[in-house]
């Protein structure tokens, strides 16, 4: 664990090792802004000039943490790629400016596009993550698939002959940058306005009343509609209330909009994590919806599923007396 046997003992590190480039996750970050970790004022880090974040999107609060109590002198590289590529799409780059809650650019040799529905590229929305051109680590095969037909359906299927990575994103035509919205089959998709996760917890996660939250979508009338179920974890000493609700909707909507605010809102006392830190959304949607989740074995709080069956709140039709 990166947080024990104290939570500053990555910082540590750094001093004794003189480490340059610190390799770490957006959740790391999150969990020492909540635990009020301030390296700045009891950690030199001289050494350090690059700090690489991933697993899940960082969030723009989580860059304000980094300049005000980490370090001011260093580039903060939110980077998106895959296991399965080796390699990143886009990340960090010294000859351009960091803005916050971007990814700097797009990587040398990746042809990446953000494409609509309809396989069009745009600008300043949200769309598909691909890339159009071979890439110097691009897989080309699955083990055991000799027709590769898990090959093309894992990347193939949705546009034909092009990269689709499952990544919902959106690039900034004024700076290049990139923001990752979360997972494809995690897409928020209410009355036909679809967007990512992420563009909800950017917002939630500002109330200090917050720690976490969790944004799914709720399948209704056999998959033909959908609905926006918000889940929040409540910080230390703060209790969820209605009132709580009522002002994490009024943001919403004022921030992005009405189409955008979740159906509903309610406390959950945990959020679901792979053991590598991102947010299982896609197992909790999937609950949501009607199915059993029994493959847990990424999970590092696999208990936390039960947490989101048979919720009096969320039923679609009246149980049988």
Known sequence: SPLLPTASILCDLIDQLGITILGTSAKW????????????????????HTIL????????????YVYNHIKKDVVLGSITGGTDIISCFAGQNFTVPVYRGEIQCRNLGMAVE?????????WGESGELVCLKPFPSMPTHFWNDDDGIKYTKAYFAKFPGVWTHGD?????????????????????????????????????ESFCEVQDSLCVSQLLEAGLEERVILFLKMANQHQFSSE?????????????????VPSHILETKDIPYTVSGKKVEVAVKRILSGEEVTNRGALANP???????????LETKPKEA
């Not at 974040?53 to 304000?64: A, F, I, M, N, V």
């Not at 709580?244 to 955008?260: E, F, G, M, N, P």
């Not at 208990?303 to 709140?313: F, G, K, R």
């Open 29 to 48: 970050i999150a969990v020492l802004e909540d635990r009020q970790i301030r390296p700045r004022e009891t950690h030199k880090l001289d050494s350090l």
């Open 53 to 64: 974040s991933t697993g899940s999107p960082l969030k723009p609060l989580s860059y304000d």
């Open 114 to 122: 953000s494409w609509s529905q309809e396989g069009k590229p745009v």
């Open 168 to 204: 919902f994103c959106t690039i900034n035509p004024k700076t290049g940058g990139i923001v990752m919205l979360g997972r494809s089959d995690g897409t928020l998709n209410p009355n036909g306005v679809r967007f990512g996760s992420a563009e909800i917890y950017n917002i939630v």
């Open 244 to 260: 709580l609700a009522t002002k994490i909707k009024k943001s919403v909507r004022s921030q992005l909009s009405a189409r955008h």
């Open 303 to 313: 208990a936390s599923l039960d947490l989101y069956y048979d919720i009096p709140e």
